[in-house]
């Protein structure tokens, strides 16, 4: 959809040149792994994690005494009033709350929606820092972050890791600890050989949240048209979540009607489903408005 923006001394024998190449590689492992650690706290009597399904892509997540809302969104406008689904309203019962942006499509910020997070209690919308100014220019305090690079923010920690989006758009994808559950959210991701990269420094995860309907855009975006998915299939969302180490794949970013000029897999989830049943991955079905109960789907 469209968006609103290292006998000698190592550096005598290798050179400075190589020596920061290598002293920037390993900083940058030390960093990931670092940043990873931080995502396998054990939980604590008390604590727990509870996610509620939004519209389309949004989350809510609620733990001790802090809300963290990923791609909230409220605005049926943006879809050309082609989604089905429910508008699920935008609550807060918590007074630290804070909004995570997988990427700048405006079914995925929405300023309505991220205006409703902070109407009675200030917050920070969190995003990749490449996107920052374009977030802050909608008057919202803001937090960009680096790839990798992990924000705690009350019971809550988060860390952009890599996606790839369907029109060559800046996107991110959320990988979330809280309540001694780690969970992940695909904004509206393509496949992409950086899946094995996240499950091995941040997996297994409790949950991941994954587009599957397999988009097809037959206009009002990039021209000439491709006819290919600009999101993930069924079939692709299983196998993310197998290679991210997922023991729930729960599916998003599905339930569009609008045949004329955005094509979605009208069999998305009951091919996800059958797929998700032949290869061994636990699903569950959330519908809009209800809570993740942690297990899967009968």
């Not at 205006?115 to 008057?139: L, Q």
């Amino acid at each position: 959809m469209a968006y609103d923006e290292h006998d000698t001394h190592p550096t005598e024998k290798l050179g400075r040149r190589s020596f920061l190449q290598i002293g920037g590689a390993s900083l940058l492992a030390a960093t990931l792994a670092s940043a990873a650690r931080s995502f396998h706290a054990p939980r604590r009597d008390g604590d727990e994690l509870k996610i509620q399904r939004l519209s389309w892509a949004g989350l809510k997540l609620v733990a001790g005494q802090t809300t963290v809302f990923i791609d909230p969104w409220v605005s049926p406008e943006t879809l050309n009033g082609a989604w089905k689904g429910p508008i699920v309203p935008v609550e807060v019962e918590t007074q630290a709350r804070a909004v995570l942006i997988t990427h700048l499509h405006n079914d995925h910020f929405d300023p309505k929606a991220i205006s409703a997070v902070f109407e009675k209690s200030p917050g920070v919308v969190v995003c990749h820092a490449k996107v920052a100014d374009t977030v802050a220019s909608r008057g919202f305090r803001v937090r960009g972050l680096d790839l990798y690079e992990p924000l705690t923010f009350g019971d809550f920690t988060a860390a952009p890791v890599p996606a790839v989006d369907g029109f060559g758009e800046d996107q991110v994808s959320w990988v979330v600890t809280a309540g001694g559950r780690r969970v992940i959210h695909g904004g509206d991701t393509l496949w992409h050989g950086q899946w094995w990269k996240t499950g091995r420094q941040y997996g297994p995860f409790d949950a991941a949240f994954l587009p599957i309907n397999g988009v097809v855009i037959k206009e009002g975006a990039q021209e000439p048209a491709s006819d290919l998915p600009v999101v993930m299939t069924a079939e692709q969302a299983v196998a993310a979540g197998i290679v991210l180490g997922a023991k729930l794949l729960i599916p998003i970013h599905y339930g569009v009607r609008d045949p004329a000029s955005y094509v979605e897999d009208p069999k998305a989830e009951s091919s996800l489903l059958e797929i998700a049943r032949r290869r061994k991955l636990a699903v569950e079905l959330v519908r809009p408005g209800d809570w993740v109960k942690w297990q899967p789907s009968a």
